[in-house]
Structures are given as structure tokens and as C-alpha cells.
């Protein structure tokens, strides 16, 4: 059973911010006087800590980072070779919007696009109104956890940061809840990296070394070993984070960009390995079975670092994609509803060596592929009578009118079933995995391979796992066994990136002109947020 946490707090305070520009302004859920809620420790914990995290998942389009669509995780996973959602004649066109995510022609007036933006800030300056409350209580206090909760936020909002950052590159970065329009500017990216990377660093030996994954006082929170797992992303990415302008097909070299770390000077790469020994020092651990960190009721993973917590009586949170995914009488079957939607792209298949003497065995655990059936084994049925029978080499961008319109693509099956789940199964018990263990040995493999060191020890832990023969550690198998490994789980977009391969052409996708130039490794600034800043200079190529 999960145990009462701070996503059960429904009284929380979330203070207007008020601002010139339009993206900076939130208005609270649950509003109260601003005199009150901050009297005591225990108000501020909950008014100025607990508050944030309603917004780590959500139930409606654009908001949380995982679980609903049309926002972080669809901008990560359907522009990449992952995943496709197909126009089904009627189907998914939705205004191209699908289509032009895929074959990245998302356009400066994206809807989704600026939805994302506007989620992503508005807890950005949540988190900045925070902040000063623990600050004006400090002055007149000095309790022993305010240093903690101070770290907490600051944390907490450089995470925030870190995903403007990875998605649309030269951001603003905004320290107050009250910010005059002129005083609102772009920074370089890499400045916004050096800033986060430092927000978290400062913040770490602050933060309990807990498990945040687990039912608890800790639960969903961001304790040390997110901030660790988040420091090591920052460095492994370092080449594409520093590099201000990403259109000039040159990189700062990871070798030679150091950081502190504890007193010891490292490179880029060797700062990954050490910030993944901390984690490993804290004791996480590939779980013995693959699924299990996916299971309904997954609290007790030892692998999973940072989950959305999913409750359906105690929490709104949704999880979207497996709803959507699934043919409709296949979720039927399951006592659920289905929207007959996203799938594995041909890329995909062949990374899995599907219907192959090398086919990966992750492939059962995270597609539904062939003949599916219920929950008592029984073969699913079309409308007609006839089996129902995914076909994955089917799938296209545009399926409308061909005879496998509705059951061509690999389905998502990713996470346990949850057989009590509701509103269509998309209020279910399964926590959100974020951020795993596996992800920690694959990112430190792949700093030694280029850090000219062997990363094969840790590459084949993962494969051990799922009892496929050991690989050697190049960066060609990393980027295969990442996709293997983490499919669904909205890494596909920024791994691409990082490994030079995000504007190629593949199936159903032609390189745009002048994409190879790298210019949609971010999106764009939101053209009517541009509009309410103009000194702001749109990102090359838009």
C-alpha cells in the first residue's frame, strides 16, 4: 500500500506571480491570504516544498513531465526513430500535428510547443516564489530544516531548468517571482548550464541520501541521489549543453571541460563516473527482473531512482501512453478503453533484431507485437470476428486507406497491467519511472568509451540482466542497447542528439534542407512568446 506523502496535500499554496510577460504567470490552484500558511515550519514545509511537487505529473495535455501528452515526453519521443503515431485515415492526423513532430517541421507557432514552455516555467517561478518565502521566514527564524528545504527547491527548479535547457537551448534564466519584462533575457546555454550544474552541486550535500522512489517521508521527493543522477546527465551531455551556437558543426570537446568534484579536478567524462559511483555508493541495483521496475505497485524497485507516484484514489496524476497505444478492442479486452494509436517505428524493430535469431529479449517486456490476448488468455477479436494481429513492419507515417490501417506497429506494453486501473486505465497504480539504475551504468559505459577507457564491465551488467551475450563497449552498441533498454521512456530524443544521429533521415522521415546543420536539435522559442519580447533573436533555422 503506498503510504500518505506530500502528493496527498491538497491544501497547498501556490502564490500569483505576477509578471509582463504572459509564460511567467501561474495562477494557483488552491489560492489563501499570503499572511497565512507560513507561520510555522511545518506551514512552510508544505506551502513552499510539498506544494511543488503537484506539478512533477499531471492529467491534462502539457503538463508533468511524463504521463499526458503534448508536452516533455512526446517532444522526446515522437520526433525521434522510437516511436511513430500513424495517421489511421480519421486517426491521429490532428491537424498534422503528429505527423509534423515526426518529421520535424513543428513550426514557431506550435501549440504544444508553447504549452510545454509555459508548464515548464510556471514551475520554475512556483519555485522562485518559494524560495523567498523560506528566505523572509529565515529572517525571523532558524530551524534546523531550513537549509534542507531551501536545497530541496533550489534542486527542484534546476531540474525544471534542466529540461528548458535540453529542449530549446538559450532560455531565460529567472531568479524572482516578480520580474519586469525588460529584465527578462536570454541567456547562452551554456551559461544556463553552468548555472544548473552549480544550483545542484551546492544543493546535494544538503538533500537526504534517501530513496526517493520508496513509500515514505521521501516519496516522489528529489533527494541526493536525483541530484546526483541529474549531475551526471549535465556532464554527459556537455558537448551539447556548452556549445552556444549548435548550427556551426562544432562541439566543445568533453576532455577538455573540467569540473570539481569534492576537491578532485575531473573532465566531463570522468565527472559522469563519479557522480555514478555516488549512486552506487548509495545502494541501487539492476532489479533481477527486468519488469519489475514497471510493476504495478513498484515502490520496492531497487533500480528506479525518481518516479511520478501514481495513486487513482489519492492523486490526479495520469499515465496516458499505454491507453492510447493499444488497438481499441485489445484494451477492451482488458477492461479498459484505447485510443489505437502510437508504435514502434521500423528503426526500432531492427535495434531489436525483431523476428530474428538475435531478437532482444526486452522486446516482449515493452512492445505487443503478433496476436495479443486477455488477461485470461484468450485471443483478442476484431469487430469482424477475425483475430486481432499487430503487424510492425506495416507501419508508416500515413496508413489511411491501406488494409492494416488499424492494426499495423509494435504496441506500447511497457508497464504491468493494472487490472483495478480507471478512467479508460489511465489512473493506475504503476509509478512513472523517470530516472533508473540501469541508466546510471550505461552513462557511466559510455564516458569511459569517450574517455578512451573500457566501459564494457558496465554494459554488460545491463545485458547480463536479461541474459543476452555480453557486447563490447563501443558507441555504436551504446546507442543500440539504449534504445533496447530504455524504449518508452522518453530518452530517445536527447540520446540521439548526444550521439550525432537526431536530423538523419530514416523510414517515413527525409532530412528537411539544412537540417543536417543540427538546427532542430532544439525547438523553437515560441513564436507569440517572442512576440512579447522582442529583443529576443529566434533560434537559427526558424
Known amino acids: 500500500m503506498k503510504r500518505y506523502s506530500i502528493f496527498c496535500i491538497l491544501a497547498a499554496l501556490c502564490w500569483l506571480v505576477t509578471s509582463c510577460d504572459d509564460f511567467l504567470k501561474e495562477k494557483p490552484r488552491d489560492a489563501q491570504p499570503e499572511e497565512e500558511g507560513y507561520r510555522n515550519i511545518s506551514e512552510l514545509y508544505l506551502n513552499a516544498v510539498a506544494s511543488l511537487y503537484n506539478y512533477i505529473g499531471g492529467n491534462s495535455d502539457s503538463q508533468g513531465l511524463q504521463g499526458t501528452g503534448r508536452g516533455v515526453y512526446d517532444l522526446n519521443t515522437f520526433t525521434t526513430d522510437e516511436a511513430i503515431m500513424p495517421t489511421r485515415g480519421g486517426d491521429w492526423y490532428d491537424g498534422g500535428f503528429w505527423q509534423g513532430l515526426f518529421l520535424h517541421k513543428w513550426g514557431v507557432n506550435n501549440d504544444a510547443i508553447q504549452a510545454t ?18 528566505e523572509t521566514y529565515a529572517l ?35 531568479m524572482a517571482s516578480k520580474v519586469a519584462s525588460k529584465d527578462i533575457v536570454l541567456s547562452e546555454r551554456k551559461e544556463v548550464f553552468d548555472f544548473i550544474f552549480r544550483e545542484l552541486q551546492e544543493s546535494a550535500p544538503f538533500l537526504p541520501a534517501e530513496f526517493s522512489n520508496r513509500s515514505g517521508n521521501y516519496y516522489g521527493r528529489l533527494t541526493r541521489p536525483v541530484a546526483y543522477f541529474l549531475l551526471a546527465k549535465l556532464a554527459l551531455n556537455v558537448e551539447i549543453y556548452t556549445d552556444n551556437d549548435w548550427t556551426d558543426d562544432t562541439h566543445p570537446d568533453g576532455k ?43 515502490e520496492s524497485s531497487v533500480e528506479n531512482i525518481f518516479t511520478i507516484p501514481m495513486n487513482k484514489t489519492l492523486y490526479t496524476n495520469q499515465m496516458q501512453y499505454l491507453f492510447r497505444s493499444r488497438h481499441y478492442n485489445h484494451a477492451k479486452a482488458l477492461g479498459l478503453s484505447g485510443e489505437n494509436g502510437s508504435s514502434a517505428t521500423i528503426e526500432a524493430l531492427q535495434a531489436f533484431g525483431y523476428e530474428t535469431d538475435e531478437q532482444d529479449p526486452r522486446f516482449d517486456y515493452c512492445y505487443y507485437a503478433g496476436t495479443v490476448y486477455d488477461l485470461k488468455g484468450n485471443v483478442v477479436k476484431l469487430d469482424d470476428g477475425t483475430v ?12 489511411s486507406d491501406e488494409s492494416y490501417e488499424k492494426t499495423a506497429g509494435a504496441r506500447m506494453k511497457k508497464y504491468e497491467i493494472d487490472d483495478k486501473a480507471m478512467k479508460d486505465g489511465k489512473l493506475i497504480e504503476n509509478d512513472i519511472v523517470l530516472f533508473r539504475y540501469a541508466d546510471v551504468l550505461l552513462m557511466k559505459s559510455e564516458a569511459k568509451v569517450r574517455d578512451g577507457r573500457n566501459g564494457d564491465e558496465e554494459l554488460n551488467l545491463v545485458r547480463a540482466r536479461i541474459g543476452v551475450p555480453q557486447r563490447t563497449a563501443t558507441l555504436t552498441n551504446l546507442l543500440a542497447e539504449r534504445q533496447m533498454e530504455f524504449a518508452w521512456e522518453g530518452w530517445r530524443r536527447q540520446d540521439l542528439i548526444r550521439f550525432g544521429q537526431f536530423t538523419r533521415a530514416y523510414s517515413s522521415r527525409p532530412q528537411l534542407p539544412d537540417e543536417e546543420n543540427g538546427y532542430t536539435t532544439v525547438f523553437p522559442i515560441p513564436e507569440k512568446i517572442r512576440q512579447m519580447n522582442p529583443g529576443w533573436k529566434q533560434h537559427p533555422g526558424y
Open 388 to 399: 486481432l494481429v499487430y503487424e510492425p513492419w506495416k507501419v508508416k507515417l500515413d496508413l
Open 140 to 174: 525571523n527564524h532558524s530551524d534546523a530544516e531550513l537549509p534542507a528545504y531551501r536545497a530541496e527547491v533550489r534542486a527542484f527548479r534546476a531540474m525544471y531548468y534542466y529540461y528548458l535547457m535540453d529542449l530549446f537551448g538559450r532560455i531565460p534564466v529567472v
Open 117 to 134: 514552455w509555459e508548464y515548464l516555467y510556471k514551475v520554475v517561478m512556483l519555485s522562485n516564489s518559494s524560495l523567498e518565502h523560506i
Open 256 to 298: 577538455t571541460i573540467f569540473f570539481d568534484v569534492d576537491g578532485s579536478t575531473f573532465n566531463a567524462w570522468q565527472t559522469v563516473e563519479a557522480y555514478c559511483d555516488k549512486i552506487t555508493a548509495l545502494g541501487y541495483r539492476l532489479e533481477p527482473d527486468y519488469t519489475d521496475n514497471f510493476a504495478v505497485y513498484n
